[in-house]
C-alpha cells in the first residue's frame, strides 16, 4: 500500500528522521497562515501517490504567504499528469504547505528489500532529485548499497561506509549516520517495502534533511498496523483494485495488456502470465482467484476484468485440486450473460469435477473456446485478442 509524502514524513519524523516543518492545508486562507507561521517562504507540494510532481508543476516555491495562497490555488484541484499517473494525470486533493530550505546538496537515499538476498538493502547516491531509474540506467556506479542483516539491524559501521561514498564527511557525518538509522527503524517497524528519501538535503546550514518521502507498505502487514492502514487513500488506488479487494478478491493487480486471466493458485497465475507473453500477448491483470468455489467471486472478478476496455479476450486457467471446476463453469457462464460487451473466454479447465464442468459450459451454449493445455490456451487467447 503506498501512502502520501506528508505521511511518510510523519512516520519516518516518529523515528528521528528530520523532515521540514509543516502541515497540509485545506484552503488558500490556511495556506496563507501556514506560510505566516513557517516565516513566509514555504513550499507548496501537491500530495499524490506518484513521483515527478515537481517536474509536472506540482511543486511551486512561494517567497510570501500571499505566494501561497494563491500556488494552494493553481495546485489543489489540478489534473497532476507525471511520468508515473499516465497521459490521464491524477486529481491533486491534498496539499502540503512546507518551510523552504535553502539546499546545498541533494541526495538519494531509500531503505528496500533486496529479493535476490532476501535481505533489506540501502541504497544512496549523491545524483539526488533525479529518477533513480535514470541514474541506475546511466551511471550504475553513482549508486552505493550496502546489505543489511535483518537480525542484527542497520549497524553504524553501514553508515559510515555510505556517508564516506556520499562525501558525508566531518561534522555532516554524524546527523547522517543519525538519518540513516531513523530511517531504517522506521522502515522495519512499519513492514515497509519501501522507503524512499528523494532528494535527501544538505542545507547550507549544515543539516540533513528528508525533503521529500515515499513509502510503501507490504499489504501481508498491514493487519498490524492499523493506523497505517487508516492511511489508505482509494482516490489514489486503481478503481478496479480497490473493487476487487470490496468484493474479497485480494489478489488481484491491473496491468496494462489485453488479455485477462481467472486462474487459480499465483504459481499459475505467473506461469499463465509467461505463457501469454510466450505466445506474444500482454496479460491485463495477475490473478489469483484462490480456492473459490464460490460462483459470485468468479463472476465479480470476471466482469471487474471485462470492464477494463483495454481487455479483448479473456484466458481462464483454472486446476481443480480443492477448487471445483463445475463451481468455476457456473461462475464463467453467468458472467458471460453477463458482461455489458461480449468478450472471447478460452478455458483450460482441469482437475476436480471438470466432467461437470465441461458439460455445463457445453449445454450453457456460449461460445467458451476450449483449450487443451496452457500453451494451447495461450496461443488461443492471444489469437482471439487480435481478432477482437
Ligand atoms: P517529486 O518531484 O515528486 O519527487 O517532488 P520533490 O518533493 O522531490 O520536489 C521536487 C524538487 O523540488 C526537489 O528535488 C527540489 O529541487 C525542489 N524543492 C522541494 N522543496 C524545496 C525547498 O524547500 N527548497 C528548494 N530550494 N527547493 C525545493
Ligand atoms: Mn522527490
Given amino acids: 500500500m503506498k501512502i502520501h509524502e506528508f505521511q511518510a514524513k510523519q512516520i519516518l519524523a516518529n523515528y528521528g ?36 510532481r515537481g517536474k509536472g508543476g506540482g511543486v511551486k516555491l512561494a517567497n510570501s504567504p500571499d505566494e501561497a495562497a494563491r500556488a494552494f490555488g493553481q495546485v489543489h484541484g489540478m489534473q497532476l499528469i507525471t511520468h508515473q499517473t499516465g497521459p490521464q494525470g491524477q486529481k491533486v486533493k491534498t496539499v502540503l504547505i512546507e518551510e523552504q530550505m535553502p539546499i546545498d546538496r541533494e541526495l538519494y537515499l531509500a531503505v528496500l528489500i533486496d529479493g535476490a538476498a532476501g535481505r533489506p538493502v540501502m541504497m544512496a547516491s549523491a545524483a539526488g532529485g533525479m529518477d533513480i531509474e535514470d541514474v541506475a540506467a546511466k551511471d550504475p556506479g553513482a549508486i552505493f548499497r550496502v546489505s543489511i542483516d535483518p537480525v542484527t539491524g542497520f549497524q553504524p559501521h553501514l553508515a559510515r561506509e555510505l556517508c564516506f561514498s556520499l562525501g558525508l564527511t566531518g561534522e555532516l557525518m554524524k546527523p547522517a549516520s543519525q538519518l540513516m538509522a531513523a530511517l ?17 538535503v544538505v542545507t547550507k546550514d549544515g543539516r540533513v534533511l528528508a525533503l521529500d518521502a515515499k513509502m510503501n507498505i507490504d499489504d501481508n502487514a498491514l493487519f498490524r498496523h492499523k493506523d497505517i492502514e487508516e492511511l489508505r487513500d482509494k482516490d489514489e488506488e486503481d478503481p478496479s483494485e480497490v473493487e476487487a479487494a470490496e468484493k ?19 504459481g499459475l497465475a505467473m506461469a499463465t502470465m509467461d505463457s501469454i507473453k510466450f505466445a506474444g500477448g500482454e496479460p491485463a491483470n495477475f ?28 484466458l481462464v486457467n483454472i486446476f481443480g485440486g480443492m477448487a471445483r471446476v463445475d463451481v468455476i463453469a457456473e461462475g464463467i457462464i453467468q ?12 478455458a483450460r479447465l482441469a482437475g476436480t469435477n ?13 461460445p467458451v473456446i476450449r483449450a487443451d493445455d496452457l500453451g494451447d490456451a495461450a496461443k ?6 487480435r481478432a477482437a
Fill in 287 to 314: 490473478l489469483d482467484i484462490a480456492t473459490a468455489n464460490d460462483v459470485t467471486k468468479v463472476v465479480d472478478a470476471l466482469l471487474i476484468i471485462s470492464r477494463d476496455p483495454n481487455v479483448k479476450a479473456i
Fill in 17 to 52: 528522521v528530520p523532515v521540514p516543518k509543516g502541515r497540509v492545508a485545506a484552503s488558500a486562507d490556511e495556506a496563507r497562515a501556514i506560510a505566516q507561521e513557517l516565516g513566509g517562504k514555504v513550499v507548496v507540494k501537491a500530495q499524490i501517490h506518484a513521483g515527478g
Fill in 354 to 366: 471438470v466432467e461437470e464442468g465441461e458439460r455445463l459450459i457445453r449445454e450453457s451454449g456460449l
Fill in 248 to 266: 474479497g478478491i485480494s489478489n488481484f493487480i491491473k496491468l496494462d495488456g489485453n488479455i485477462g486471466c481467472l486462474v487459480n493458485g499465483a
Fill in 184 to 200: 531504517y527503524a522506521a522502515f522495519a517497524a512499519s513492514d515497509a517495502s519501501l522507503a524512499e528519501i528523494n532528494p535527501l
Fill in 380 to 385: 488461443k487467447a492471444v489469437e482471439a485478442a
Fill in 335 to 346: 458472467a458471460q450473460r453477463k458482461m455489458e460487451k461480449a468478450i472471447p473466454v478460452v
